[in-house]
């Protein structure tokens, strides 16, 4: 898959969400441990209102970007929203699912990546 062009979707990603004041941002490399995606980023809000502001906020990002999800579920009900964009997969939970659900448990074997590693221009 191109590098480059999944972690700069992850990069606008990360921004939008942080824009939103999205709580607790985990961007997770997991190109090494499957075929799903490149990247998957999880984030929390503290409200429905909250969770649907950050899913419309990355999906308008991406789109500006020429980035269209492929398939966006759990909107209506914004508890969980999983956003794919096929190189990049973006799960935004409401707090309770969250803990829950706990992707970055069952995803620990990928790679964190700190928000500033996306910023920069080399790996």
Partial sequence: ???????EMARIAYHALDDKK????QVINIEKVS??????????????????AMADNVEKELGKAGYTPR???????????????????IHIF???????????RIWRD??????EQLDEGEE
């Fill in 110 to 115: 990928g790679e964190s990546v700190a928000p």
């Fill in 35 to 52: 075929v799903l995606a490149d990247y998957f980023l999880i984030a929390s809000g503290s409200n429905r209102n909250q969770v649907q």
């Fill in 71 to 89: 398939q966006t579920e759990g909107y209506q009900t914004a508890n969980w929203i999983l956003m794919d964009y096929g190189d990049i997969i």
């Fill in 94 to 104: 409401d707090t309770e699912n969250r803990l829950f659900y706990d992707l970055e």
């Fill in 22 to 25: 999205a709580e607790n941002v």
């Fill in 1 to 7: 898959m191109s590098d480059n062009k999944s972690k």
